[in-house]
């Protein structure tokens, strides 16, 4: 069953622009994963933020978690066309429970 | 080393038939996962194999089934085909049982049509 709900469903932004994408759970979690899917292939797992973490940034990407709201953003900084993917949140239990994701185009 | 393969990578197939999807995960990796991707749906976990044993079944009908080779190859199989059979099948592979997610990955998928 999802846990995750993305927000927005979709986003169009321009070369350079940053993307913020929103995700919220139901219940509590030990941890809060994003994944990014190319158009129909596999998943890529990007980031993993701890329960007892505020934020992370790894190169472009930086995750908050707020688990008083049981929410997490993911920003992508100066997005480039190669950042237009289906971006998912992610929650763990014995399989993991992902949102229906937000779709980031990336236009030149 | 070489990633998760999946075949075949596209399938289509007609209503009421069977079909078998093939995931070899990384060498050495002993857990294969299995999930459905719908427009509709989301992403859905099927369920988890480690050491030809299924440790998890999410919630779908007895016509999914899987299994695992010794050589930790999966399997998973869709009887009697339905039109919402229709979906991206994803093979996850990992070095042991469990989520964690530094050592999942994912292969392409194989992208089954039922007509």
């Known amino acids: 069953s999802q846990q995750g709900e993305e927000d927005p469903q979709a986003l169009s932004i321009q070369e350079g622009e940053n993307a913020t994408m929103n995700c919220s759970y139901k219940?509590?979690?030990?941890?809060l994963q994003w994944y990014r899917q190319n158009s129909g292939r596999g998943l890529v797992h990007l980031i993993l933020?701890?329960?007892?973490?505020r934020e992370k940034h790894s190169g472009r990407l930086r995750v908050t978690l707020d688990t008083s709201k049981k929410s997490s953003s993911l920003l992508i900084t100066a997005s480039r066309a190669a950042d237009t993917a289906s971006y998912f949140c992610?929650?763990?239990?014995?399989?993991?429970?992902f949102g229906k994701g937000t779709s980031l185009l990336v236009t030149p | 080393k070489a990633g998760v393969t999946q075949t075949p990578r596209y399938l289509i197939k007609t209503r009421g038939q069977q079909v078998t999807l093939s995931c070899s995960p990384i060498?050495?990796?002993?857990?294969v996962s299995w999930y459905q991707q719908t427009p509709g749906q989301g992403l859905q976990f099927l369920f988890e194999?480690?050491?030809?044993?299924?440790?998890n079944k999410g919630n779908f009908p007895g016509r999914f089934s899987g299994r695992q080779f010794s050589n930790s190859r999966s399997e998973m199989n869709v009887s009697t085909l339905e039109l919402g059979d229709s979906a991206l099948y994803l093979c996850?592979?990992?070095?042991?049982?469990?989520?964690?997610?530094?050592?999942?990955?994912f292969g392409p998928g194989t992208r089954l049509t039922v007509t």
């Open positions: 992610a929650t763990p239990g014995y399989a993991l429970n």
């Open positions: 219940t509590s979690i030990n941890n």
């Open positions: 933020i701890r329960s007892n973490e």
């Open positions: 060498s050495g990796h002993r857990s």
């Open positions: 194999y480690f050491s030809e044993t299924q440790r």
């Open positions: 996850v592979s990992s070095l042991e049982a469990g989520q964690n997610p530094y050592e999942q990955y």
